[in-house]
Each structure stands twice: as structure tokens, then as C-alpha cells.
């Protein structure tokens, strides 16, 4: 039963298939699991009656074929990329349908999907803070950071703002997620670049076999322990570049990102780097909801084990 007033917190955090495989080092893995676990006590404390997830896609179920910029799931599964849950997950359909509604009525045209496919950008986060993904309502949201051309940062603030604006009068318990980034180069394809058989992946969807999935995973293992070793071609990290964007995602100055172009984004960031859309979707979400915030846990690394400036946000309405 929802509680009188609408109460919104926020999660925010960097995703990394690498978390699920071999290779980071332990020391590496223990510093972000104890930030990890600070952020689950929070979430825990916090209690949520609904959780809302921005969050990217890396072409597992979002394809070349209909690029949406956005897009609102009214019924979801995990894919089971890397190791996440593969099934279904909790979404209330008509909270989803009216949340769209609400979106539309503020001036952002989103998507609509009744059969969403999300992978680890969605599912990792929902596992590191409940453990079980299916155990609280998700109402996933779906920002495309990866297929170019890409919208302007300021639309993805201005989608948070109408998502806040309707969590604003559910009388809930709310917490919202943003998941990915920060500063990442990893070797996704482009169309320019994929040869055939990725082509026929990242455009049409074509079914990926177990083979080619474990083909995959050490493909990703091989190029980050190049990248950590300083022996790769990918981009570097950009620590001063991701603690810019903590600052003033802390200090709640989100229009002063809309002057980011995607050029200096790619530059500063990396290609992946366009996955902060969902962190200022998440906090433009907060400050509408709740018109002011305060963030408290704190928590950045540059991992190159995990080609990621890794970062951890929570926050609370003031």
C-alpha cells in the first residue's frame, strides 16, 4: 500500500559486464563491492515501493533496425547477458502506461514496449542492490547511448524532468537508477566498422548462438586485460573528466550539461561515455520530483580492469 506522499531516492552507478568475469583484480573487486554494499544498505533503509531504471542498451534488445531514443517498457525480461538474470521482470503495466502518458503530456515523445528485452546495463544494478531482480516493481526506461546519430544530452535531462514529474504525485516510495558510464571506450561495433555477422546482429537482431555469447565474454576479457596493461588501442580513461561530472551532478547544476555537445562527450568520454544520459536522466528525475537533493555516498575509480571510471551515487530528497 503506497504511503500518502511520493518519496524519492536515488542510485546511481556504473555497470560492467568485467564485474562477472575473470580477470579484475581482487583488491579491485573488494573496494567496489564494500561501495556496492553501501549503496545496497542505503536502498535497503530506503525501502522502495517502486524502483524506475534508466538505462542503455548494448544491442541486445534494442537493434539498428528501429532505433528508438527512448523508450518505456510496460513488460520486461532479462536477457541473461554475462552471467544476469534471464526472465521476466516485475513491471507494473498500467504505472508504465501512465508514466508514458505523463511524459508525452510534458513535451518528450518516447516509445512504448510491451516486451522489452534488457541486458546487464539494466539487470546488473537490480542484482548488486536486491539480489533478486523480481523482487520489487522495475518500471525500466530505456536510453539509447550507443547507436548513433544520438539526441542532444539535454533531451535525456529533459526526459528525467517528466519522469519526476509524474513520480511526483504517485504517493510512493520511489527509487531511481541510473546505470552506466562513466568514462568508457570498450570495442562495441559501429555500423561503420561491424563486420557482416556483427552487422547482422546490431541492425537486425539476428539470434546470438552460446558459442558466439562465450566468444564474446573472452573477447571482452582479452581487451580489458590489454587495456589494463596500458597495450591497447581503446580510448583512455578520463578521471578529471567523470569527477567534472560527479561535481556537478552533486552541486544539482544539470543545465549546465546541456551545453555538452556528443562530439566533446565522445572526446572526453569515449563513444560509451554517452551512457551519463542515464545518470542525468536519473538525477533531473530527483530534483523534479523532489526539488531539491543532497547526495551522500560518493564513490569513484578509475578501474581500467574494467575499461571504466567507475562511480557510485545515492542521494536523498531535501
Known amino acids: 500500500m503506497g504511503t500518502s506522499t511520493t518519496e524519492v531516492a536515488l542510485c546511481c552507478m556504473s555497470h560492467s559486464p568485467l564485474l562477472n568475469l575473470p580477470g579484475p583484480s581482487q583488491e579491485l573487486l573488494d573496494d ?28 541486445n534488445g534494442f537493434f ?5 531514443p527512448f523508450c518505456i517498457g510496460t513488460s520486461a525480461r532479462g536477457v541473461g547477458d554475462f552471467g544476469t538474470h ?7 503495466e498500467s504505472t508504465a502506461n501512465d508514466c508514458a502518458s505523463a511524459v508525452w503530456e510534458a513535451g518528450v515523445d518516447v516509445a512504448i514496449s510491451a516486451s522489452m528485452d534488457v541486458d546487464h546495463g539494466t539487470v546488473q544494478p537490480l542484482e548488486k542492490l536486491f539480489g533478486d531482480p523480481t523482487s520489487r516493481p522495475v518500471l525500466p526506461i530505456f536510453i539509447n547511448s550507443v547507436a548513433t546519430p544520438l539526441g542532444p544530452l539535454k533531451r535525456s535531462r529533459m526526459l528525467g524532468a517528466a519522469v519526476g514529474g509524474f513520480l511526483a504525485g504517485l504517493g510512493k516510495r520511489v527509487l531511481v537508477i541510473g546505470s552506466g558510464g562513466l568514462s568508457h571506450d570498450p570495442p562495441v561495433p559501429t555500423l561503420a566498422t561491424a563486420p557482416p555477422a556483427a552487422l547482422e546482429r546490431i541492425v537486425h537482431g539476428a539470434p546470438i548462438s552460446t558459442e558466439a555469447r562465450m566468444a564474446r565474454q573472452a573477447a571482452v576479457i582479452d581487451a580489458a586485460q590489454q587495456f589494463a596493461r596500458g597495450e591497447s588501442r581503446l580510448q583512455p580513461l578520463n578521471p578529471v573528466w567523470d569527477q567534472t561530472l560527479l561535481e556537478i551532478l552533486d552541486e544539482g547544476w544539470l543545465t549546465d550539461l546541456d551545453g555538452w555537445s556528443n562530439p566533446f562527450i565522445a572526446r ?12 542525468v536522466a536519473a538525477f ?35
Open 32 to 59: 567496489i563491492g564494500t561501495a556496492i554494499a553501501d549503496a545496497r544498505d542505503f536502498v535497503t533503509a530506503f525501502d522502495p515501493e517502486l524502483v524506475v531504471i534508466f538505462s542503455p542498451d548494448h544491442y
Open 64 to 68: 539498428y533496425r528501429l532505433m528508438p
Open 86 to 92: 534471464a526472465g521476466p521482470l516485475d513491471v507494473p
Open 268 to 279: 572526453e568520454g569515449g563513444n560509451s561515455g554517452h551512457e551519463i544520459r542515464t545518470w
Open 284 to 318: 533531473a528525475a530527483l530534483q523534479a520530483a523532489a526539488g531539491g537533493y543532497r547526495t551522500e555516498q560518493r564513490f569513484y575509480r578509475a578501474a581500467p580492469d574494467l575499461i571504466a571510471g567507475f562511480a557510485i551515487r545515492t542521494a536523498v530528497a531535501v
